[in-house]
């Protein structure tokens, strides 16, 4: 059962603007100052990481929420004593836009690309009215409207990811909105995520990430796989683009989920799409998806990530053999001799790196 940490977190995250943490609250500027100050200490006796320290995952989504909610609570004060709390003033409106989005929930103005493909491009601007802190967005325009189904496949899975908040909700991408444009392409708004792409990481180490640094990588994507997984929800498109990693508090995201298959078994959902370098050979035989079928793309990522080949699975000297064993086990050929389960994988890889490296401490990953 999801907890009231997890709940609360998915709540902190989903807001925009304090006033989606704290309500609107009548009254002067003291009664209104009590009201948001009795909320904010009722979610931070929940949220706070002090609770949590024998717990490593509840810890790290304390903490994050924690500094959030504080955030929030700041803000609002802040816009109390101003006369503005409630009140959506369109502060960005004087700085240059591409274009501006306007849907039942929000306004935003995009004011960047970052990044173009060949289902869609993504675009980065603001939420009107939201905190500074809050209010980024990377907003999904489909190139075709042809298109726009992949693009509701990934509403639909990330909205059933948001009906139960669970540990792994920090490692999936934050739907906020949709819209429709005049010419009837779907859009979808996503929080931005502030993180670095497998591709930008290997960049930086051009001999390889360091093996211990690809174990806590490795074994964050089998925990939000895991997760997707006892959902029915195969990704069916993981490569290095759609890993992202923060690194000062080693934060993992897996991003686009527009491909994915749900309950695949019943529903005969298959893969929509073939990855050359990544995607295990029942893609191109058109068999249905199942988990091995995603941890045959990690495994791959994972290669690629240590300075390997992902064309004959080789990987470094430098990488320990008993790693190297581990991820080809990941790789094989067979959908039904390679690794079958996330999380019994999870298990085994924390064991290992207890094996090669004692117990655990984080190490700073610099880029």
């Known amino acids: 059962m999801p907890t009231e940490l997890q709940a609360i977190y998915d709540q902190i995250m ?39 320290a024998n717990n490593a995952n509840d810890f790290e989504m304390a903490g994050e929420a924690f500094a959030r909610l504080s955030q929030f609570y700041e803000k609002a004060q802040e816009k109390i004593k101003a006369g503005t709390y409630g009140k959506k003033l369109k502060e960005n409106e004087t700085q240059e836009s591409d ?3 306007q849907t039942r929930k929000h306004e935003y103005h995009l004011k960047t690309t970052l990044a173009q493909g060949d289902l869609c491009t993504v675009y980065g601007g603001d939420c009107v009215g939201s905190d500074d802190f809050a209010g980024q967005v990377a907003v999904k325009l489909v190139e075709s409207s042809e298109d726009n189904f992949l693009m509701q496949n990934e509403v639909r899975v990330l909205r059933m990811f948001q009906t139960e908040p669970s540990k792994q909700s920090k490692h999936l991408p934050v739907f906020l909105d949709q819209f429709k444009t005049s010419d009837d392409r779907l859009g979808t708004v996503l929080r931005k995520i502030d993180g670095y792409d497998l591709h930008c990481i290997r960049d930086k180490y051009i ?27 195969i990704h069916c498109n993981i490569d290095p683009s759609h890993i992202m990693i923060r690194p000062q508090d080693h934060n993992l995201w897996l991003i686009d989920w527009s491909y994915s298959a749900v309950n695949s078994e019943a529903t005969q959902d298959g893969f929509k799409v073939v990855n050359e370098d990544y995607s295990g050979p029942e893609v191109k035989e058109r068999a249905l998806p199942i988990p091995s079928s995603d941890l045959y793309s990690v495994g791959k990522c994972m290669i690629y990530l240590l300075g390997g080949n992902v064309k004959d699975n080789s990987m470094p000297r430098v990488v320990e053999d008993k790693f190297q064993r581990f991820i080809r086990f990941f790789v094989m050929k067979s959908r039904f001799q390679r690794a079958q389960d996330a999380w019994e994988m999870y298990e085994e890889l924390a064991k290992l790196r207890t094996e090669l490296w004692g117990k655990k401490e984080f190490l700073e990953f610099k880029l």
């Open 14 to 52: 989903q807001a925009v603007c304090s006033e989606d943490i704290f309500g609107l609250n009548e009254g002067n500027v003291e009664e209104q100052l009590t009201l948001i100050k009795q909320k904010y200490h009722r979610l931070s006796r929940v949220a706070h990481p002090d609770h949590y």
């Open 99 to 101: 274009f501006v989005i």
């Open 207 to 233: 001999n390889g990430v360091p093996t211990k640094h690809v174990a806590w990588i490795f074994e964050r994507l089998l925990s939000v796989l895991g997760f997707a997984h006892s959902k029915g929800i």
